[in-house]
């Protein structure tokens, strides 16, 4: 067998099935692309993504020693998003400005502890 784990191919779709699509390689090797392995994120039906004919540009993933199977991935061709690109907000719990957060609970916890025991004293009688 010529093919490497991490060699990108282009190739034909043979057969799709509800867990994945068959991958024609050349004229006696073919592969499978898991349902999982179509796109990023969650795949309600491979022919929304996929049709039978179409060439479509894949990976090798995973080569069984024994069965000499491959696996196939178009996930892993997807354009990434780098760390550095994308911008996180940090949130707290507190903020100064606005006078929100713990020590705002501890000033008003006695008056909650007052209504909660006349809640409940008045439930008694």
């Known amino acids: ?9 282009e190739g034909k779709v043979t057969g799709i099935q509800s867990y994945g699509a068959f991958v024609s390689l050349d004229k006696h090797t073919q ?9 990023s994120g969650y795949t309600k039906s491979i022919h929304d993504i996929l049709k039978i004919g179409e060439t479509v540009k894949v990976q090798i993933i995973d080569i069984d ?5 491959i696996s196939l991935s178009k ?23 606005k006078n929100f957060g713990f020590q705002t ?5 006695p008056q ?3 209504e909660s025991m006349e809640m409940l004293n008045s439930k008694k009688d």
């Open 105 to 109: 609970i501890h000033d008003r916890m």
């Open 65 to 69: 020693e024994y069965t000499q199977k």
């Open 75 to 97: 996930r892993t061709l997807e354009k990434r998003y780098t760390f550095g690109s994308l911008r996180h907000k940090k949130y707290y719990f507190t903020n100064k400005n």
């Open 112 to 114: 909650w502890i007052h």
């Open 31 to 39: 592969g499978l692309i898991h349902i999982s392995e179509i796109q």
């Open 1 to 9: 067998m010529t093919y490497k784990i991490g060699d990108v191919l």
